[in-house]
């Protein structure tokens, strides 16, 4: 072997996750993949493109983000655990499995509002939830967002909680949502969501339920008829990654992935305030039942009974903290 041969493959063997031999004078890239449940068109697809913009830009494209779609939320998140790829951005319905702190953020009508839910994971509540992911094998990077959830189903107007009886619901792989529609007295059927609209399509489950820009990136007007505006759970979506792959980029580089992340965020959480804006009258155009006058306090009052079941394992003083975190003046 000559010694050029055996440079080249020293060079090779020395080469971190994912990155190719340079050519010429040219850098070695970086591949970073980064997986998430929806279109490429779609609040995801936005936050996800625009980390990827500002991290190669940032870097001159030292390292690629590698975008790719993966409909099942847990497997990406085991993944990314594993190290088979770097990151994910996901709901967190899922992940409480993993970090079990997360489910605090499930728990119907804990959020007043939009800002009340982006100030809350903003604020340090955010970071000590984020901080709590080290010890599961993941980085939890920056909070992004689906928006407040929503049911649909193919059966029946819902105009109050009665309604709601005995509709079976696909929820995600989460006790807290399970046990929320268990009190409303509909049947919870978990399942990822790369199972959903088959599930519709053969009447395994009546509806369904997720914020307005998943709806519509998901055409899910074509396989459910009629949509309620319940708002009964703020959904918080989030970047993760691999702990291997953060602790290998130098200082430098981990400021520029994490200004990539916080544009990620900013670009996720403006395209679910756009869809959501619009999204309504879209899904009202392409013939669904949209029920939008829904007393809230109807349905918070029918989840009461079952509060302590919905709220068992969870923390009591965080919840507190949540509910009365007011921004500051």
């Not at 970086?30 to 279109?39: E, F, G, K, M, V």
């Not at 990406?76 to 709901?91: D, L, N, P």
């Not at 967002?145 to 079976?168: C, I, M, Q, W, Y």
């Not at 305030?273 to 029918?302: C, I, K």
Request: proline share 5%.
């Amino acid at each position: 072997m000559t010694f050029t041969r055996r440079l080249a493959l020293a060079a090779a063997l020395a080469l971190p996750f994912g990155a190719t031999l340079p050519t010429g004078a040219a850098q070695a890239q970086t591949q970073i993949t980064l997986q998430h449940p929806l279109p490429l068109n779609s609040h995801y697809g936005a936050g996800a493109t625009a980390f990827k913009e500002a991290f190669e830009r940032a870097t001159n494209n030292r390292f690629r983000v590698n975008i790719q779609r993966n409909d099942n939320e847990r497997e990406a998140i085991e993944s990314v655990q594993i190290g088979t790829i770097e990151c994910v951005i996901t709901s967190t319905g899922p992940v409480g499995n993993f970090v079990p702190e997360t489910r605090n953020l499930d728990v119907p009508f804990l959020f007043r509002d939009t800002a009340h839910a982006r100030g809350v994971l903003d604020s340090q509540i955010g970071q000590e939830l984020l901080a709590r992911f080290n010890a599961r094998g993941l980085v939890g990077v920056v909070w992004m967002e689906n928006g407040f959830r929503h049911l649909t189903n193919s059966r029946r107007e819902v105009n109050a909680p009665a309604d709601v009886r005995g509709l079976k619901v696909r929820t995600m792989e989460n006790q807290v949502h399970m046990r929320a529609f268990t009190t409303l007295g509909a049947l919870p059927t978990p399942m990822a969501f790369s199972e959903l609209v088959p599930a519709l399509q053969q009447g395994t489950v009546d509806g369904q339920e997720n914020p307005i820009p998943v709806i519509v990136a998901n055409n899910l007007n074509q396989v459910q008829r009629f949509l309620t505006l319940t708002g009964h759970v703020y959904s918080p979506a989030v970047l993760i990654c691999n702990p291997a792959m953060v602790g290998r980029l130098n200082a430098a580089d981990r400021a520029a992935f994490t200004e990539a992340a916080r544009a990620g965020a900013a670009a996720n959480r403006a395209r679910v305030t756009a869809d959501e804006q619009t999204g309504v009258e879209e899904l009202r155009r392409r013939g669904m039942t949209v029920t939008t006058q829904v007393d809230n306090a109807a349905f918070q009052q029918a989840l009461q009974p079952g509060a302590s079941q919905i709220e068992s394992g969870l923390d009591q003083a965080l919840l507190r903290r949540i509910r009365e975190w007011r921004p500051a003046s």
